[in-house]
């Protein structure tokens, strides 16, 4: 976790009537690092989807980072489940809050303000969403991001200066920039639905698990939501690097390669050595 410590909301869903801006790039990036090795584990794209190898028995941490230069919130979604509360995962409960800039490690369930459950990668069975009977979204990491709502400037009335163009003329072209203005806010809202689930997780060979307390400390603040949907929407799938490589989703490692097999020699030049 970065020095600037994360900031936990837990306030409801605040509507508004603003949608947040699109941008180029993400709001909020996400990738996964392995706390083995302190490694960030490579996202491979398969049909639409992006894909991470977990190793089974590894502890791994989600590395959230702000783009912006505003406050955002980030609803974390580990196998359909809500890491902060619990609950199944949807974009209007709590999760956390990111200054401008920041980059921080989430490493767990969170058990309190201090406290979490660490997460690792292990069996389906054993993974805290089927253990809590919830399997079906296991194998899916995913984070909803709200913007903030800014405070309304202080309004002044315009000062009259003499136009152009005839009053007809100005009428027609308050028109057409108010027109513009509605497409725009209607085409923001649209990039920002949140579209079904549709992972399968019939074959889903690992989960996440609820390990060993740790310490992680967060504090709670306050944050007005600048719409109703989400800004963004980010999936990010995983299962066993065994899987992904049967499935041509990721590269086969060398140490998956069958070991060539040198070719038997009745005087390999050695002394006798003592059984096994």
């Not at 513009?180 to 698990?209: F, I, K, L, M, W």
């Not at 963004?232 to 066993?240: A, P």
């Not at 009745?266 to 050595?273: E, K, L, M, N, Y």
Request: hydrophobic letters at 40%; charged letters at 20%.
């Amino acid at each position: 976790m970065s020095r600037t410590r994360t900031r936990l909301t837990c306030c409801a869903a605040l509507l508004a009537a603003l949608a947040f801006p699109s941008a180029a790039r993400p709001l909020v990036e996400v990738s996964i690092v392995d706390r083995e090795d302190g490694r960030l584990l490579p996202q491979y794209r398969h049909a639409g989807d992006r894909w991470v190898a977990g190793t089974p028995g590894h502890r791994y941490a989600v590395r959230l980072a702000n783009t912006t230069d505003r406050r955002v919130l980030v609803v974390l979604s580990i196998d359909g489940v809500n890491a902060v509360t619990g609950e199944d995962a949807d974009p209007s409960q709590a999760g956390y809050v990111l200054e401008p800039w920041q980059s921080a490690q989430v490493g767990g369930w969170r058990k309190s303000l201090d406290q979490v459950a660490g997460f690792h990668f292990t069996a389906l069975p054993d993974s805290y969403a089927a253990r809590t009977g919830r399997p079906g979204n296991v194998g899916v990491i995913g984070i909803a991001v709200f913007g903030e709502r800014r405070a309304p400037r202080a309004w002044a009335p315009p000062r009259p200066h003499p136009s152009p163009y005839p009053a007809d003329a100005q009428a027609q072209a308050g028109a057409r920039e108010a027109s513009g203005d509605e497409r725009s806010a209607v085409a923001a809202e649209a990039t920002a639905e949140v579209a079904p689930p549709t992972a399968d997780a019939s074959r889903q060979q690992v989960g996440t698990g609820h390990g060993a307390r740790e310490w992680e400390p967060v504090s709670r603040t306050g944050f007005v939501r600048a719409s109703g949907p989400p800004a963004q929407v980010t999936e990010l799938r995983y299962d066993s690097p065994r899987r992904l490589v049967a499935l041509g989703i990721a590269p086969r490692p060398d140490r998956y390669w069958p070991i060539a097999r040198q070719a038997p020699r009745a005087f390999p030049g050695r002394f006798v050595p003592d059984p096994r």
